[in-house]
């Protein structure tokens, strides 16, 4: 069957060092990979995409690796803040579908301690 | 990027009643998505939603229980029909905006449902 799992406890860390959080998935043939950040009460918001034909993608203080042969993707944040803290959700877009529908990881939970 | 708009925010509701909860975009969209989100799940697509034909239901999701509106391209309603305590959740609208072939999307703050 066709999962894509995140370490489902929280991760706490120290306020200023590197995150990382990680995403598997089985029996997915994604296009692309993306991040989304979920606060409390609000809405996904969009991080970072990166496609299957690259290994990694930097923006600011994030970094996001993916690994096709593991099915498996990183998500780094480097100098963690409080500010860092939420649920961070993985999501694919399935190849041969229309492009636009996603497909959700459960998310992990950060927490950054000051 | 574009700007969603969805009401009510949250709402208490008795069971086998109805809610309709309605997503209002800034901008003109094809696709515009319906996901749910109960207690520490991850987001499932209800159904895609596009103007001026019938909504594309997921695997799971059937019209008579989430009927969607998609009126014009800015605008789409979800009902969620007699309701139980299994629908409480939070119901989440959403747009994608594709830039050479690659889709981003965008959230309605959603709507925290508990059916009582």
């Known amino acids: 069957s066709q999962k894509i799992e995140q370490n489902s406890e929280a991760l706490n860390i120290q306020e200023g060092k590197t995150a990382t959080l990680t995403c598997n998935y089985t029996n997915y043939s994604p296009a692309y990979l993306q991040w989304y950040r979920q606060d409390p009460g609000r809405g996904p918001v969009f991080l970072l995409l990166i496609r299957e034909n690259e290994k990694e993608k930097r923006k600011e203080r994030l970094k996001v690796t993916f690994d096709t042969t593991l099915k498996q993707s990183l998500f780094h944040i480097t100098a963690s803040q409080p500010a860092d803290s939420a649920t961070y959700l993985c999501a694919l877009a399935r190849k041969n579908t229309g492009f636009q529908k996603l497909v959700f990881g459960t998310g992990t939970r950060l927490l950054v301690s000051p | 990027s574009a700007v969603i708009s969805q009401k009510p925010s949250r709402d208490i509701c008795q069971r086998g009643t109805s809610l309709t909860i309605q997503c209002q975009v800034d901008?003109?969209?094809?696709?515009m998505f319906w996901y749910r989100q109960q207690p520490g799940q991850s987001l499932t697509l209800i159904a895609t939603a596009n103007q001026g034909s019938e909504a594309t239901y997921e695997s799971g999701f059937v019209i008579d229980k989430f009927p969607i509106s998609r009126p014009n391209l800015t605008f789409s309603t979800l009902t969620v029909s007699n309701m139980s305590p299994e629908d409480s959740s939070i119901y989440l609208c959403?747009?994608?905006?594709?830039?050479?072939?690659?889709?981003?999307?965008?959230f309605g703050q959603g709507t925290r449902l508990t059916v009582v």
């Open positions: 901008s003109q969209v094809t696709m």
């Open positions: 959403s747009v994608a905006e594709g830039r050479g072939g690659l889709t981003e999307a965008f």
